[in-house]
């Protein structure tokens, strides 16, 4: 049987050993683009509970590991591999909840409800990824769980029938057979898989990196940067945090937020099927605290927590914290509907504000915000019901999990570039209800052609053609169209090819890495062959990694 202890132990094992391992793991996905990778994505949501569970107690049950690991891997997670990572461990959360120990049985339970929850989130599942991995894994486990075996077989046999499928992977799937490599969230979720064996086994814990101390969500950017916790103006004296265990599934931490908004202010309350996290400012902290033991019991680690924050300003707050995200303070719907858009660079962040986004989340392909980033921005957004706009492919299931844990209606609107969320954003029409605007502005996006210039982040092969470190890439649509080596060159001749004989539009936005005179000289070069037949506008869009973004309508 596995205890508590041993669980806790072998998930920040795997933590470190997958964010140790994680530029090996992104330096198998098939693009060499640079983007929020696999191995990136999957290191950092796990990384999101490894600080929590350092934080418990040697006697806690796995049930409790397990909670406290789904529910901050689940508003951790970045990237559809951090997703998916973080629905595996939901499952387990499921199958062992209760339990003081868990045998073989347990955790096979555990892996089918994590398989089964994670096909369910994709909406058209891919074989030949981490998702069949860890359904064939899942699936040996049941079958071992029937002998008598230890726990340590029991896990050697999991992980060996993972690292088979993983190899198998690269049948399973023609992009992979090109470049001759396995499933890069496949390969994570064997190292997350070996690393709990290796602990279970009694191997030390592998020793942390600079990188990996780099890899952790910073403490700082956590629960409270939703709030302006130092604000000039102090309405009310102590700041209150606390969470709470649920009496059962039915309790609404709805009910718990207003009457919390009765007494105080910069309310935050966030829950899942368990637990309710709170943050307020109040004059009467026994108030909340009596309240919210209506709703649940309070848990040990962390404890309620109160502060007086006059005094903490009086000193000036020369200790305050260094948040990476703007703050933002939650607030009440004062109209029926807001957006919020994920975008990196301060040229398309004015671009959407302009648009009528409420809430800009910095992030892109370097870094793919969390679900909390995006949680907050909703919070923020004064409407009953916000479009979240993610600009990308691999944010949307991040988007798409913090539709259950919002306090407001929450529609994503599946935007994989940036062009097509400036092409939704065009099309909203306030006359309209949701599911009218839903339909519109999705309808617009779909007719928006995006390509990007950038440039290769490592070596690669792909499609029988060699891609040299730092080559200029043009991607048409999320597909590699021909490399180059001049920048204005390859955004030139890929617009071209993008346009086509219905074309009205063109629009350039050109990034960080482009000088103005750069962007003017290309904007010249393609009016002079296709002014009279497109309209064409260019934007400085500040933007990280993508020299050009291209959108034809």
Same mark, same amino acid.
């Given at each position: 049987?596995?205890?508590?202890?041993?669980?806790?132990?072998?998930?920040?094992?795997?933590?470190?050993?997958?964010?140790?391992?994680?530029?090996?793991?992104?330096?198998?996905?098939?693009?060499?683009?640079?983007?929020?990778?696999?191995?990136?994505?999957?290191?950092?949501?796990?990384?999101?509970?490894?600080?929590?569970?350092?934080?418990?107690?040697?006697?806690?049950?796995?049930?409790?590991?397990?909670?406290?690991?789904?529910?901050?891997?689940?508003?951790?997670?970045?990237?559809?591999?951090?997703?998916?990572?973080?629905?595996?461990?939901?499952?387990?959360?499921?199958?062992?909840?209760?339990?003081?120990?868990?045998?073989?049985?347990?955790?096979?339970?555990?892996?089918?409800?994590?398989?089964?929850?994670?096909?369910?989130?994709?909406?058209?599942?891919?074989?030949?990824?981490?998702?069949?991995?860890?359904?064939?894994?899942?699936?040996?486990?049941?079958?071992?769980?029937?002998?008598?075996?230890?726990?340590?077989?029991?896990?050697?046999?999991?992980?060996?029938?993972?690292?088979?499928?993983?190899?198998?992977?690269?049948?399973?799937?023609?992009?992979?057979?090109?470049?001759?490599?396995?499933?890069?969230?496949?390969?994570?979720?064997?190292?997350?898989?070996?690393?709990?064996?290796?602990?279970?086994?009694?191997?030390?814990?592998?020793?942390?990196?600079?990188?990996?101390?780099?890899?952790?969500?910073?403490?700082?950017?956590?629960?409270?940067?939703?709030?302006?916790?130092?604000?000039?103006?102090?309405?009310?004296?102590?700041?209150?945090?606390?969470?709470?265990?649920?009496?059962?599934?039915?309790?609404?931490?709805?009910? !718990? +937020? @207003?009457?919390?908004? =009765?007494?105080?202010?910069? *309310?935050? #309350?966030?829950?899942?099927?368990?637990? &309710?996290?709170?943050?307020?400012?109040?004059?009467?902290?026994?108030?909340?605290?009596?309240?919210?033991?209506?709703?649940?019991?309070?848990?040990?680690?962390?404890?309620?927590?109160?502060?007086?924050?006059?005094?903490?300003?009086?000193?000036?707050?020369?200790?305050?914290?260094?948040?990476?995200?703007?703050?933002?303070?939650?607030?009440?719907?004062?109209?029926?509907?807001?957006?919020?858009?994920?975008?990196?660079?301060?040229?398309?962040?004015?671009?959407?504000?302009?648009?009528?986004?409420?809430?800009?989340?910095?992030?892109?392909?370097?870094?793919?915000?969390?679900?909390?980033?995006? !949680? +907050? @921005?909703?919070?923020? =957004?004064?409407?009953?019901? *916000?479009? #979240?706009?993610?600009?990308?492919?691999? &944010?949307?299931?991040?988007?798409?999990?913090?539709?259950?844990?919002?306090?407001?209606?929450?529609?994503?609107?599946?935007?994989?570039?940036?062009?097509?969320?400036?092409?939704?954003?065009?099309?909203?029409?306030?006359?309209?209800?949701?599911?009218?605007?839903?339909?519109?502005?999705?309808?617009?996006?779909?007719?928006?052609?995006?390509?990007?210039?950038?440039?290769?982040?490592?070596?690669?092969?792909?499609?029988?053609?060699?891609?040299?470190?730092?080559?200029?890439?043009?991607?048409?649509?999320?597909?590699?169209?021909?490399?180059?080596?001049?920048?204005?060159?390859?955004?030139?001749? !890929?617009?071209?090819?993008?346009?086509?004989?219905?074309?009205?539009?063109?629009?350039?936005?050109?990034?960080?890495?482009?000088?103005?005179?750069?962007?003017?000289?290309?904007?010249?070069?393609?009016?002079?062959?296709?002014?009279?037949?497109?309209?064409?506008?260019?934007?400085?869009?500040?933007?990280?990694?993508?020299?050009?973004?291209?959108?034809?309508?």
């Amino acid at each position: 049987m596995i205890s508590g202890k041993q669980l806790k132990a072998a998930i920040i094992h795997a933590a470190i050993l997958i964010t140790n391992q994680r530029r090996s793991v992104d330096e198998l996905n098939v693009y060499p683009v640079p983007d929020g990778d696999t191995g990136t994505n999957m290191s950092m949501t796990i990384s999101a509970a490894k600080r929590e569970l350092e934080l418990l107690s040697d006697d806690v049950t796995v049930s409790e590991v397990a909670d406290v690991t789904a529910s901050s891997m689940l508003r951790g997670a970045r990237g559809n591999s951090g997703v998916i990572t973080s629905l595996l461990f939901r499952g387990l959360s499921k199958g062992l909840a209760g339990l003081t120990t868990a045998g073989n049985a347990d955790f096979a339970n555990a892996l089918e409800l994590g398989v089964a929850g994670a096909y369910k989130a994709v909406m058209k599942p891919t074989e030949g990824t981490i998702l069949t991995v860890s359904r064939m894994a899942a699936n040996k486990a049941q079958e071992l769980a029937k002998t008598d075996i230890d726990d340590i077989t029991f896990w050697q046999g999991v992980l060996d029938e993972a690292n088979a499928v993983l190899k198998q992977t690269t049948e399973m799937l023609p992009a992979l057979k090109k470049a001759n490599v396995v499933d890069a969230g496949g390969q994570g979720f064997c190292i997350i898989i070996g690393g709990m064996l290796e602990s279970f086994r009694g191997g030390a814990l592998p020793e942390e990196t600079a990188e990996t101390k780099a890899a952790a969500p910073d403490p700082a950017v956590d629960f409270n940067s939703a709030v302006a916790q130092y604000d000039e103006e102090i309405n009310f004296t102590y700041c209150t945090e606390f969470i709470i265990e649920k009496n059962d599934a039915s309790v609404d931490g709805a009910k !718990l +937020r @207003a009457y919390l908004e =009765t007494i105080g202010d910069c *309310v935050v #309350v966030v829950e899942d099927d368990e637990i &309710i996290k709170v943050h307020v400012h109040t004059d009467n902290p026994g108030m909340a605290l009596t309240k919210a033991l209506e709703f649940g019991h309070f848990i040990n680690d962390p404890k309620p927590k109160v502060e007086n924050m006059r005094i903490q300003h009086e000193g000036k707050v020369k200790e305050a914290k260094i948040v990476k995200q703007q703050e933002v303070v939650p607030v009440e719907p004062t109209k029926e509907f807001g957006f919020v858009a994920v975008a990196a660079g301060g040229g398309l962040e004015r671009t959407f504000l302009d648009l009528g986004v409420d809430q800009v989340v910095k992030g892109g392909q370097t870094m793919n915000p969390s679900t909390d980033d995006i !949680l +907050r @921005a909703i919070h923020a =957004t004064p409407a009953k019901t *916000v479009f #979240v706009l993610p600009n990308n492919k691999n &944010i949307i299931m991040a988007a798409e999990q913090a539709i259950n844990l919002a306090n407001r209606n929450v529609v994503v609107l599946q935007t994989r570039t940036i062009p097509q969320g400036i092409a939704a954003m065009l099309a909203y029409d306030e006359s309209l209800d949701m599911n009218e605007n839903r339909t519109q502005m999705t309808k617009a996006f779909e007719r928006v052609s995006s390509g990007s210039v950038t440039f290769a982040a490592r070596d690669s092969e792909l499609d029988g053609q060699k891609i040299r470190k730092n080559e200029v890439l043009a991607l048409d649509n999320g597909k590699l169209s021909f490399t180059e080596k001049d920048v204005n060159k390859a955004a030139y001749k !890929l617009t071209k090819k993008m346009v086509k004989s219905d074309s009205s539009y063109i629009t350039l936005i050109y990034g960080a890495d482009v000088t103005e005179d750069q962007a003017q000289q290309l904007y010249d070069q393609i009016s002079a062959k296709m002014k009279d037949r497109v309209e064409i506008t260019m934007l400085s869009g500040g933007q990280p990694v993508y020299y050009y973004l291209i959108s034809v309508e």
